[in-house]
């Protein structure tokens, strides 16, 4: 019996053209080669996503056999690039975004000579390039519309993160990107438009930094163009955002503003009974939220690394970055959020770590100008920053603005307090007490007494020191050694206990500074002899300051470390006398021992500090940190290669 032609018949697939011409490509296909094929393959509105596939099917020794093929595809694509007509330019500038991506992301057997075999042949590689920089750099700087030099910043994006171990980026360094980048940021109609370019000379700033004079840095050195810096720290502050929101999606941790709810106003009026039980902040489940943590922070990171290579080039960035208003948070603000989220939770990957040692170098480099430091320290010029608050211990609530350097101290006790691990990263804690040494010195020598939760972080810090001493064996087996961790926490602790009247602001923070080290007084002793710490005797000479809660008298004492034995002694040895009179009970409340505590001042002798050096501290030197730099910079670039990949994944425009 025959088929009955109402029966429905299976639909036929239609295969869009341009994906007959991808299919085409690396087929030993003559037509290829007609100018037919391509002014057809360039008028056609690309699909990026079966772009890809099409490359992805296609073997590295594959593309080497087909690379005449490869070639004519590039060659063509940058004749189109050049020739200015709409929209085959346009087509051209994707095409050659996901082309490049995806010849580039290939294993080669010898990757900088088959690259170049591929996409332009050994015999013409320089001329093809020549060519297709200046291409580049003519669209960036004049192109007919912004989306379309958006889109000439996307394959130089791609090239240069896809070749970045190959020769073919120097190109960029001849023919130099750093104008036409500028005046297209200058031209931005948003803030976000600034974010890209900034990417590109970030690694185009550190590509092969140390084996030459790269003339990247030079222009970030002299670049003053006021307008310029303000759009690119406005679209770093931006792209800060969207970071810190892929945070956020996970937990919401914004603490419920307790001013005006309706437990509170039930409450106000006499009728708290009828109050609803406040619920818990909805909390993901823990495999879920530790395997999207795990992939933070977005390859939106990468801008990082230009915002550090800024700031240690350009001091005129700098005092830019902090005088930049905004309509809701100042960029700086901004910043210092995103940077608590990543550290917050360093201690997931190595990755989110090398971002946060990145992160807490930039912030050191920041506070080494005095100016700036001064400024930051100054509680007359707060700022509102959302601090990271998604795991226990959280830090305390603080509704108010305050200055910078309490939101900055805030970011170092999280740290300290959520990535300790037997395994202790030593790099991103020394960067952590380098943060707090440098505030605690210039907070002494300006004398500046700032509002802060002080009991907190003398918390924190001995914790740490606890930490240190029961898990050394584990601390010292490590090929970093451990004293340039154990150097800058004890010269903090000095630095407070010899001069804290000078920058806490009321003696009950100096009490519980106290307090604290005769609680951990045990320690120190075992501390000194685990670490081996030395303890040569100098003179000092002998000074009084009547006004000083703390005379500074001399002792025989050297270093650090004897100032906190000895003032943990001190008190130890008076309260010890003070039970032997029958004064005291043998076991003491907190309010009996801080008693103990403000008398023993009369009769404490510190010694000069000074002569031990706690104040002085190292100076940022880039070369010397050229290891964390450099996988930094490999960082940025792995990221920016998730960047594109996310383009080309994009159908369509």
């Known amino acids: ?45 690309p699909d990026k996503a079966s772009f890809q596939k099409r490359l992805d099917a296609v073997g590295p020794d594959e593309l080497l056999h087909y690379q005449n093929e490869a070639q004519e595809l590039f060659m063509h694509a ?44 050994l015999e ?53 990107l750093f104008p036409a980048l500028m005046k297209y940021v200058q031209e931005s109609d948003v803030a976000m438009r600034a974010s890209e370019p900034f990417v590109l000379l970030g690694l185009l700033a550190n590509y092969n930094k140390f084996e030459f004079r790269n003339p990247y840095r ?50 106000y009026i006499g009728l708290g009974m009828l109050a609803p039980i406040k619920a818990m902040n909805p909390i993901a489940a823990p495999e ?29 960035f700098n005092h830019n970055l902090l005088s930049i208003p905004s309509e809701s948070n100042p960029a700086f603000g901004t910043y210092l959020s995103t940077v608590s989220y990543i550290l917050h939770h360093a201690y997931r990957t190595s990755r989110s770590t090398l971002y946060g040692v990145l992160c807490l170098s930039t912030l050191r480099i920041i506070l080494e100008d005095p100016t700036l430091c001064k400024q930051l320290c100054d509680p007359a010029k707060p700022i509102s920053v959302r601090l990271c608050r ?12 305050r200055a910078p350097a309490a939101q900055i101290l805030d970011i170092a006790v999280d740290t300290l307090t959520h990535n300790l691990r037997r395994r202790l990263d030593l790099d991103l ?6 943060l707090v040494h440098r505030l605690l010195v210039c907070l002494s020598q300006n004398h500046i007494h700032l509002p802060y939760h002080w009991s907190l972080l003398w918390q924190s810090l001995l914790a740490l020191l606890r930490f240190l001493q029961t898990y050394a064996s584990d601390i010292t087996a490590q090929p970093t050694d451990v004293q340039i961790l154990i150097t800058p926490l004890l010269k903090c602790i000095a630095l407070a206990i010899a001069q804290g009247n000078t920058f806490l602001p009321d003696p009950a923070a100096y009490d519980d500074l106290f307090y604290k080290l005769v609680e951990n007084a045990p320690v120190l002793e075992k501390f000194k002899t685990t670490f081996k710490l030395s303890s040569s005797m100098l003179s000092a000479n002998p000074s009084s300051n009547s006004g000083n809660p703390v005379p500074s008298t001399p002792a025989l004492v050297s270093s650090p470390i004897d100032v906190l034995i000895a003032t943990a002694a001190h008190f130890h040895a008076i309260l010890e006398q003070e039970k032997g009179k029958g004064r005291l009970r043998l076991t003491l409340s907190a309010r009996e021992v801080n008693r103990v505590i403000r008398e023993g001042y009369e009769t404490l002798e510190v010694a000069d500090v000074s002569a031990m050096g706690v104040e002085q ?5 880039e070369g010397e940190e050229r290891g964390m730099v450099k996988r930094a910079g490999r960082l940025a670039v792995e990221d920016v290669r998730r960047m594109v990949s996310g383009w080309r994944g994009l159908g369509g425009n």
Not at 10 to 30: G, M, V
Not at 429 to 434: F, G, H, K
């Open 429 to 434: 804690y020394t960067a952590s007490i380098n």
């Open 617 to 621: 501290f190292e100076v940022w030197r």
């Open 218 to 267: 030079l222009r970030l050195e002299d670049f003053v163009n006021e307008k310029a810096i303000e759009k690119i720290i406005l679209g770093f502050s931006e792209t800060c955002i969207t970071v810190r929101k892929n945070y956020i999606d996970v937990i919401d941790d914004l603490p419920v503003d307790p001013s005006w709810t309706l437990s509170s106003t039930l409450a």
């Open 124 to 176: 013409t590689i320089d001329s093809v390039f020549t060519d297709f920089a200046n291409a580049i750099e003519v669209l960036i700087r004049n192109g007919r519309t912004l989306d379309l030099r958006k889109k000439a910043i996307e394959v130089a994006l791609s090239l240069t993160s896809g070749a970045y171990q190959t020769s073919l980026v120097s190109y960029f360094t001849h023919r130099d």
């Open 288 to 316: 879920d939220y530790k395997e999207k943590f795990g992939v933070m922070p977005s390859p939106d990171a990468a801008i990082l690394l230009a915002f550090y290579d800024f700031i240690n080039a350009n001091k005129f």
């Open 390 to 401: 998604q795991r226990p211990p959280l830090l305390p609530p603080t509704p108010s603005p």
């Open 78 to 121: 940058v004749r189109y690039m050049k020739a200015g007509q709409s929209p085959s330019d346009e087509i051209a500038l994707d095409t050659l975004t996901v082309f490049l991506a995806g010849v580039l992301s290939k294993r080669y057997t010898n990757p900088s000579s088959d690259v170049i075999m591929v996409l332009a042949g």
């Open 1 to 45: 019996m025959e088929a009955s032609p109402l029966v429905q018949q299976a639909r036929p697939s239609f295969q869009p053209k341009i994906t007959q011409l991808y299919e085409q490509l690396f087929h030993d296909d003559e037509s290829i080669h007609s100018e037919g094929f391509w002014n057809e393959f360039f008028l056609l509105k």
